[in-house]
T-cell receptor, first 115, second 113 residues
Framework: DTAVSQTPKYLVTQMGNDKSIKCEQN?????MYWYKQDSKKFLKIMFS???????INETVPNRFSPKSPDKAHLNLHINSLELGDSAVYFC??????????????FGPGTRLTVL | AQSVTQLGSHVSVSEGALVLLRCNYS??????LFWYVQYPNQGLQLLLK??????LVKGINGFEAEFKKSETSFHLTKPSAHMSDAAEYFC???????????FGTGTRLTIIP
């Protein structure tokens, strides 16, 4: 069974379009995250949700909107896609300890290409 | 703010040789430290983590790391490199009481046959 899954794996789209990436975890975790990995492999957190509540909201354009319908799902919707949005987007999940010492489990990533 | 610096964006070692990947952190208090590995076209997988229980931490696949407060370092080592170790390695940090994980810029490890 896949612990953290993302769909789609690849997404190729035109500038200006709106797209969504879905993430699901079956680990029973209460916190989920979205990360962006750029072409130089640099990983940066975008958002995190704990029990459907937004906890971390980094400096991300408001064209990006996360939505968590329940603890097991965290989706990412992107409006008006731009060339600079091309990247690999990773979903992750963890069990919140309140200490910051828990392992985060990552999905396989979604490679977004904006033409 | 917490941060980590990984020295060397690319490291090449011969098969069977020692692997040493460097990570230094900046923090006013001892943070929690992690090493993650990313194989080509895959997500990240935890190798090991430091959570103040022991300064020498053993992880999966024969890797280990030592937390040195005096040097603010958490270098990753493996005594004998294997071809399957070729991957991107990331050092990461969270401040105590915070779930926000901050990654270093990564080190690509190449194994020479």
């Amino acid at each position: 069974d896949t612990a953290v899954s993302q769909t789609p794996k690849y997404l190729v789209t035109q500038m200006g379009n709106d797209k969504s990436i879905k993430c699901e975890q079956n680990l029973g975790h209460d916190t989920m995250y979205w990360y962006k990995q750029d072409s130089k492999k640099f990983l940066k957190i975008m958002f995190s949700y704990n029990n459907k509540e937004l906890i971390i909201n980094e400096t991300v354009p408001n064209r990006f909107s996360p939505k968590s319908p329940d603890k097991a799902h965290l989706n990412l919707h992107i409006n008006s896609l731009e060339l600079g949005d091309s990247a690999v987007y990773f979903c992750a999940s963890s069990r919140t300890s309140g200490r910051g010492d828990n392992e985060q489990f990552f999905g396989p990533g979604t490679r977004l290409t904006v033409l | 703010a917490q941060s980590v610096t990984q020295l060397g964006s690319h490291v090449s070692v011969s098969e069977g040789a020692l692997v040493l990947l460097r990570c230094n952190y900046s923090s006013s208090v001892p943070p929690y430290l992690f090493w993650y590995v990313q194989y080509p076209n895959q997500g990240l997988q935890l190798l090991l983590k430091y959570t103040s229980a022991a300064t020498l931490v053993k992880g999966i696949n024969g890797f280990e790391a030592e937390f040195k407060k005096s040097e603010t370092s958490f270098h990753l080592t493996k005594p004998s490199a294997h071809m399957s170790d070729a991957a991107e390695y990331f050092c990461a940090v969270t401040p105590p009481g915070n779930e926000k994980l901050t990654f270093g810029t990564g080190t690509r490890l190449t194994i020479i046959p």
